[in-house]
């Protein structure tokens, strides 16, 4: 079909109470699991690149394997950049042809996230490009983000509701008890603050770090207004899992596309049971 803005789609979630996913892709096999589930699940669907997947692959590398997904898809499909922390990549990212970038900032103190994010906003907004910030710092590792377990810190409502009125951004992730990475325990999400946010904010919100999130508390989360949700270490274990797997049954084929064929499939299950989760699927 056709490239959409994350605007558009995060719209239509907002109004009828389900998320869109955004998985993170590196490479080809993650790209056409990403974009088959969603075909198979008849979802709308985000595909998002950190910097480490720009880095590895190259962004003219990530952005044909997307554009060649597109064409062959019939479902919107918003290419997105994920935790953009230099202004000069998010502006690569708008003339290379992307549909919607991260800004995060989340790093800065929040008088300098505000500017920053705004000055995204403009150039972004100006070329028909929706932008994502977060506030709060989300804990865990996602690529070239680390924020450590002391260094985390919750979304304050009344922050976002003036980071939301002073920046312009289409989409704001918050920081309620989720991490990037895996869990070593069960994460416990702070709802009573996500409810408070929703009150104040009309901004879509994301949920980060959303792989080992139990499922009733992916539900609930979206019940309270979460509509994006990130995945990427469920997608990793998936592909690393199917690897093995086949590797340790087949340890005589060394034909690539034989070893990660399965690894492809892996990935695709774990996506489509995703959508599902987030009421995605059969919205086009
Ligand atoms: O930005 C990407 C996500 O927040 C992914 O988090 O690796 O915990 O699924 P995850
Ligand atoms: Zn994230």
Do not use: W
């Given at each position: 079909?056709?490239?959409?803005?994350?605007?558009?789609?995060?719209?239509?979630?907002?109004?009828?109470?389900?998320?869109?996913?955004?998985?993170?892709?590196?490479?080809?096999?993650?790209?056409?699991?990403i974009v088959?589930?969603?075909?198979?699940e008849?979802?709308?669907?985000?595909?998002?690149?950190?910097?480490?997947?720009?880095r590895?692959?190259?962004?003219?590398?990530?952005?044909?394997?997307?554009?060649?997904?597109?064409?062959?898809?019939?479902?919107?499909i918003?290419?997105?950049?994920?935790?953009g922390?230099?202004?000069?990549?998010?502006?690569?990212?708008?003339?290379?042809?992307?549909?919607s970038?991260?800004?995060?900032g989340?790093?800065?103190?929040?008088?300098?996230?505000?500017?920053a994010?705004?000055?995204?906003?403009?150039?972004?907004?100006?070329?028909?490009?929706?932008?994502?910030?977060?506030?709060?710092?989300?804990?865990?590792?996602?690529?070239?983000?680390?924020?450590?377990?002391?260094?985390?810190?919750?979304?304050?409502?009344?922050?976002?509701?003036?980071?939301?009125?002073?920046?312009?951004?289409d989409a704001?992730?918050?920081?309620?008890?989720?991490?990037?990475?895996?869990?070593?325990?069960e994460?416990?999400?702070d709802?009573?603050?996500?409810?408070?946010?929703?009150k104040?904010?009309?901004?879509?919100?994301?949920?980060?770090?959303?792989?080992g999130?139990?499922?009733?508390?992916?539900?609930?989360?979206?019940?309270?207004?979460?509509?994006?949700?990130n995945?990427?270490t469920?997608?990793?274990?998936?592909f690393?899992?199917?690897?093995?797997?086949?590797i340790?049954?087949?340890?005589?084929?060394?034909?690539?596309?034989?070893?990660?064929?399965?690894?492809?499939?892996?990935?695709?299950?774990?996506?489509?049971a995703?959508?599902?989760?987030?009421?995605?699927?059969?919205?086009?």
């Open positions: 079909m056709a490239f959409v803005t994350l605007k558009e789609l995060l719209t239509d979630a907002q109004r009828k109470r389900y998320a869109i996913g955004a998985f993170n892709t590196n490479n080809m096999e993650i790209v056409q699991a088959e589930a969603a075909v198979e008849r979802a709308p669907v985000i595909l998002q690149a950190s910097q480490g997947a720009l590895y692959a190259g962004i003219d590398y990530i952005m044909g394997l997307v554009r060649a997904a597109e064409k062959s898809a019939d479902i919107p918003v290419m997105h950049l994920d935790h922390t230099d202004f000069n990549q998010v502006m690569l990212c708008l003339r290379k042809g992307f549909t970038v991260m800004f995060d989340s790093k800065k103190p929040l008088e300098e996230n505000i500017a994010t705004r000055k995204v906003v403009e150039v972004a907004h100006a070329m028909g490009v929706s932008v994502e910030a977060e506030l709060g710092k989300i804990g865990g590792t996602e690529d070239d983000v680390t924020v450590s377990e002391h260094e985390a810190s919750l979304t304050i409502p009344a922050e976002a509701e003036r980071f939301c009125a002073e920046t312009k951004v704001l992730a918050v920081a309620i008890g989720t991490a990037h990475g895996a869990y070593k325990g994460p416990k999400l709802f009573a603050r996500l409810r408070e946010i929703r104040l904010v009309d901004t879509p919100l994301v949920l980060h770090g959303a792989s999130v139990p499922e009733e508390a992916v539900k609930r989360s979206i019940d309270y207004g979460i509509c994006k949700v995945i990427d469920n997608i990793r274990q998936a690393t899992k199917g690897v093995k797997e086949f340790m049954e087949n340890p005589s084929v060394f034909d690539p596309r034989k070893i990660l064929g399965p690894a492809k499939e892996a990935m695709k299950e774990i996506i489509r995703k959508i599902r989760l987030f009421g995605s699927n059969n919205k086009c």
